[in-house]
């Protein structure tokens, strides 16, 4: 064999594989950057958000006439005030039973109407979504007199049913319209399969439907008792009894003409953010799920 031939039969020297390219500026993910670049923007971020959650936990707790920047000594009279001599306590429990009785009152027709409007098929149920969805351009304040004049007729002014009727009401599009989303991703063939087994479809909907909606139920009813609970406008016009006022109108209540108490203004709240975000606290998990996977499907 010649060396010209053996040339030709010889096998290649491998090679080695190439490098991967380094990552850029450009290309450089966010697991890459360095850690400042994060927590920077995110620091500053964090105490543009605290400050005024600290103002107000400030004016609370420091006597009144100080002018210290750190709240000590620590008091506790002006919540002890805006609880006893404001009535806060009456405020707060008017409040808890509307915010209670708004949540499930729109859960419950929610509930309904989102099966119906995710299970059944009928001539108007484009126009209907269109409905819910236009109600929501339309303010509360521009239907206060219709409601006042309605609530008036039904001798239910100075009565928490007419506060819990109208945010029920201004609470159900959208309330339905996730409803019905959470249910679509439910797929149809558990009902099926149940009705195979027996059940009704009321049954079907309690055993295999309704546990999987936890979470979507979770979201909406605390979309609704956090919108009724710091809702102000309602409570204002249809509750002129100072007993039957929620905590919105008794923090406006503390607000003088000439001259406003601070310390009872923070005081109130705090008393008024606390339930707030001890039951977002709990619930966080739940609500994140629930508002996730109601977006998916439309």
């Known amino acids: 064999m010649s060396v010209k031939e053996a040339t030709k039969t010889a096998p ?20 890459e950057a360095p850690r400042w670049q994060i927590y920077l923007p995110l620091s500053i971020y964090l105490v543009f958000t605290l400050i005024p959650f600290y103002w107000i ?21 002006h919540f002890e005030k805006v609880w006893t001599e404001r009535s806060f306590g009456t405020y707060f429990q008017n409040s808890v039973l509307v915010g ?9 027709v929610a509930l309904a109407g989102g099966y119906a409007l995710a299970r059944f098929n009928f001539k108007i149920k484009r126009a209907f979504m269109l409905a819910l969805l236009c109600s929501q ?17 039904l001798q239910m002014i100075n009565s928490l049913g007419s506060v819990i009727i109208a945010e029920t ?23 099926e399969a149940a009705w195979v087994d027996g059940c009704n ?16 139920l979770i ?17 204002l016009m249809f509750l002129n009894n100072p ?13 003088g003409a000439d001259s406003v108490d601070l310390g009872a203004l923070a005081a109130g709240g705090i008393i008024a953010a606390v339930p707030v975000v001890i039951v977002f606290a709990f619930i966080q998990k739940w609500l994140i799920t629930g508002f996730s996977a109601g977006a998916v499907k439309g």
């Open 219 to 235: 979201a909406v009813g605390s979309f609704a008792f956090v919108h009724s609970w710091n809702h102000f406008l309602f409570a």
């Open 12 to 31: 290649a020297p491998l090679r080695a594989a190439p490098e991967p390219p380094r990552p850029t500026k450009k290309n450089r993910s966010w697991d």
């Open 57 to 77: 936990l400030l004016f609370s707790l420091r006597p009144a006439g100080s002018t210290s920047l750190v709240p000590w000594p620590i008091t506790f009279d």
């Open 243 to 255: 007993e039957k006022q929620t905590i919105p109108v008794g923090l406006n209540t503390l607000m």
């Open 137 to 153: 351009f339309v303010p509360g304040a521009l239907l206060l007199v219709p409601l006042f004049e309605t609530f008036a007729e």
């Open 100 to 108: 209670i009785a708004t949540l499930l009152m729109t859960t419950l």
């Open 169 to 191: 009401v201004f609470q159900l599009p959208l309330s339905m319209i996730l409803i019905s989303n959470f249910i679509k991703n439910v797929p149809y063939s558990l009902e």
């Open 201 to 216: 479809r009321m049954t079907a909907f309690r055993i295999v439907v309704l546990p999987l909606l936890r979470p979507g």
